[in-house]
């Protein structure tokens, strides 16, 4: 029989984190889960890492040659068996009732193809320069709600949703192996066709399904380290040129010229990334140099709002857009045009039913939060396994 969960775990050169990961989904008290890594030819001991552990759960490949990030994950996917599947960065982790709830819901929803679970935050020391203090954050809610997968599939687009709360493939998203199976009958046996593989599963949820269903317990962490940086508020790997384009053989994908080369970028870039390379999944009529200058401006505005002008000058030199002026009087205008923008839609959208009268506060009930500025309490995010267990208690009792 094949396994009801397929944990996979791309990496490179992160050993110090990747022990944990690996170690979290082994610690997933179930027989009838896979665990595989990849690891890509990593300039650090993460092979020795990955050999380290014993566990008839657990499968470590190895391409042939360095893969860019999509094609790991092409690989990845390819070698799953699982019912449902899900990819966990090499430094986030599995919850340990991670399991156990996605059965609930199975049992619960079995018509359900994509499932999200609200983010929970770790960091790693080393990150607190760039995120303050806080060394973990995650909250438990009651219940769940289905989403109506093409109204927050467009509000993406629009850019008034971020994608990483569709049920992408990835930190804290899952998707069943009827969806995967669709995806790939409609590429010609490919998942991914962009070089952003999570914002590419979270396209193809939105397409490919009409509803998703979203819940309040957090499943797995996602993990902060120094490898990361933050450019305007958004993650960004710091060896993201490396790992989309400086591996890529005369065969792979490339990032779209229209958007740059993404070294400087915002998460409605990468999904409208996302959107341009799924073509002719996608209609090429919403492709328009209007909609990329609106995510220009918008990004110009955020890079600015954090001092960074350097950014903005990058971009527009990738986009081949002049740069706004920056005054006092044209940040005044810009934001007042982007909030009536933004308040036109809301009311556009309500009257075409596209919000529920109650608030997403009013749908999920509160149970249990936790948050600590301790790395001496929390030296790793396995460390935090104890927390976790009670607010899942707590959880459980809210909903006898």
């Not at 092409?74 to 699982?82: A, F, H, P, Y």
Request: proline share 5%.
């Amino acid at each position: 029989m094949n396994p009801f969960l397929s944990i996979l775990i791309p990496t490179r050169s992160r050993a110090a984190y990747l022990k944990y990961a690996i170690q979290s989904a082994i610690n997933i008290p179930a027989e009838d889960i896979e665990i595989i890594v990849s690891e890509n030819y990593s300039s650090d001991n993460s092979l020795e890492v990955c050999d380290s552990f014993s566990d008839s759960r657990l499968r470590i490949i190895r391409p042939l040659s360095p893969l860019p990030m999509h094609e790991n994950w092409e690989l990845l996917i390819k070698e799953s068996r699982g019912e449902w599947v899900t990819f966990v960065g090499d430094d986030d982790a599995v919850m340990p009732h991670c399991i156990d709830h996605l059965k609930y819901l199975f049992h619960k929803y079995p018509q359900a193809e994509a499932i999200v679970s609200p983010k929970a935050y770790y960091f790693w020391s080393g990150c607190q320069e760039l995120h303050g203090t806080t060394s973990a954050s995650f909250s438990f809610k009651t219940g769940e709600q289905w989403r109506d997968s093409k109204k927050q599939l467009q509000l993406c687009l629009e850019g008034n949703l971020d994608y990483r709360n569709l049920p992408q493939m990835y930190s804290g998203g899952f998707q069943r192996r009827s969806l995967i199976n669709r995806v790939m009958r409609a590429q010609s046996g490919q998942y991914f066709r962009s070089v952003t593989p999570d914002a590419y599963s979270a396209l193809m949820a939105g397409i490919f399904t009409y509803r998703y269903l979203e819940m309040g317990v957090p499943l797995i962490w996602g993990g902060t380290s120094p490898h990361r940086s933050l450019e305007s508020g958004q993650s960004s790997h710091k060896d993201r040129k490396a790992d989309f384009t400086g591996m890529h053989n005369e065969d792979s994908l490339t990032i779209n010229r229209t958007l740059g080369d993404l070294d400087v970028f915002t998460f409605p870039l990468v999904f409208f990334e996302a959107f341009i390379s799924a073509f002719p999944l996608t209609p090429y009529s919403e492709l328009s140099m209007k909609k990329v200058r609106s995510l220009y401006l918008n990004a110009v505005t955020k890079f600015r709002s954090k001092g960074n002008e350097a950014a903005v000058i990058k971009l527009a030199n990738d986009l081949g857009f002049d740069i706004p002026p920056r005054n006092r009087m044209y940040l005044f205008v810009s934001r007042l045009c982007r909030r009536i923008l933004d308040n036109m839609t809301r009311v556009y959208l309500h009257t075409k039913g596209y919000f529920f009268k109650r608030n997403r506060k009013d749908l999920f009930t509160h149970v249990f939060s936790y948050r600590s500025d301790s790395h001496q309490h929390h030296p790793n995010i396995l460390s935090c396994d104890s927390r976790l267990s009670e607010g899942y208690t707590q959880w459980l009792k809210m909903s006898e």
